[in-house]
Each structure stands twice: as structure tokens, then as C-alpha cells.
């Protein structure tokens, strides 16, 4: 049995787990991962946090082979806007997460499958609160259907 008929199984027993990438900026996002992990605020075990120094260092092409590779659903998290440590990085990132969107939705991929948030380093509940809105989402949207085709 190939990797994409047991996902199609699992999905139906309802076992299935999406698989999430979240790129978090280093100076706010990934610090309000670390307050959610060290307050031990209940989240999915179901994704796996990329640390970059920049939410515009998150280069598109990234986004694309994470859903290539099989990733259900990527999140970009940030700095809130006007609070970029690299003064305008955060605008960047919303441009390409706009037009990313466009482009998924042009090749029949559904554009909630990404998702733009801006979490500081002192919302830790915030974190928590967007992992488990966007796994729910991902959840109802099921599996990648690229990984479905193979």
C-alpha cells in the first residue's frame, strides 16, 4: 500500500493528522512559540515550527516545495506590522502571501492552506490559539491533494 492510499484510509477512520510547516520570524513569533511551549499551553503535536530571522526571508519558492513535499497546510508567522525588527520585512511578506495565495488558488489549490499571522513575543496564548484554528481548518480541508495523486 503507497504512502497516499494509507492517508486516504486514515482520513476516512478519521485518524488522519495534517501535517503543518510554521516559518517563524525570530525576533516575535518564534519567541511566542517558546512562551506557548513554556507555559505549557495545550497544542497539536502535529506541526513543525522553521525558525528564519525575517518572515520575508520566507521565500516563496519555500512554501511551494513544503506543499510539494506533502505539507497540508503552511503558516507564516511574524512580527506585528510597524514592529519589524528589519523595518519593513513584515510588508514584504504580506505582498508575497497575498500573491502566493492567488497562485494557489489558480493551480486548484485551496488558498486556506496558508496562512499569514502576525504574533508577538508576548502572545504565547495567541500561538496556541492560531495552531489550533489552523489545524482545525486544515483538518477540514483534508489531506494535500498532492499527496492524494501519487
Known amino acids: 500500500m503507497e504512502s497516499s492510499d494509507v492517508?486516504?484510509?486514515e482520513a476516512e477512520q478519521g485518524e488522519w493528522e495534517p501535517k503543518i510547516l510554521v516559518f517563524c520570524c525570530?525576533?516575535?513569533?518564534y519567541a511566542g512559540a517558546d512562551l506557548a511551549g513554556v507555559?505549557?499551553?495545550q497544542m497539536p503535536s502535529n506541526f513543525l515550527v522553521i525558525r528564519t530571522m525575517c518572515s520575508a526571508r520566507v521565500d516563496p519558492e519555500f512554501v511551494l516545495?513544503?506543499?510539494?513535499?506533502?505539507?497540508?497546510?503552511?503558516?507564516?508567522?511574524?512580527?506585528?506590522?510597524?514592529?519589524?525588527?528589519?523595518?519593513?520585512g513584515n510588508y514584504r511578506?504580506?505582498?508575497?502571501?497575498?500573491?502566493?495565495?492567488?497562485l494557489l488558488e489558480q493551480y486548484g489549490f485551496d488558498?486556506?492552506?496558508?496562512?499569514?499571522?502576525w504574533i508577538s513575543a508576548s502572545e504565547g496564548e495567541r500561538?496556541?490559539?492560531?495552531i489550533q484554528e489552523f489545524t482545525?481548518?486544515?483538518?477540514?480541508?483534508?489531506?494535500?491533494p498532492l499527496t492524494e495523486e501519487e
Open 7 to 9: 492517508r486516504a484510509v
Open 26 to 29: 525570530n525576533w516575535c513569533s
Open 39 to 41: 507555559s505549557r499551553l
Open 65 to 88: 516545495r513544503a506543499f510539494a513535499k506533502g505539507a497540508d497546510g503552511v503558516l507564516v508567522a511574524g512580527c506585528h506590522p510597524a514592529d519589524c525588527h528589519y523595518i519593513g
Open 93 to 102: 511578506t504580506r505582498r508575497r502571501i497575498a500573491m502566493l495565495r492567488m
Open 111 to 117: 488558498p486556506d492552506r496558508l496562512r499569514l499571522e
Open 127 to 130: 500561538f496556541q490559539r492560531t
Open 136 to 144: 482545525e481548518t486544515i483538518r477540514e480541508l483534508g489531506p494535500n
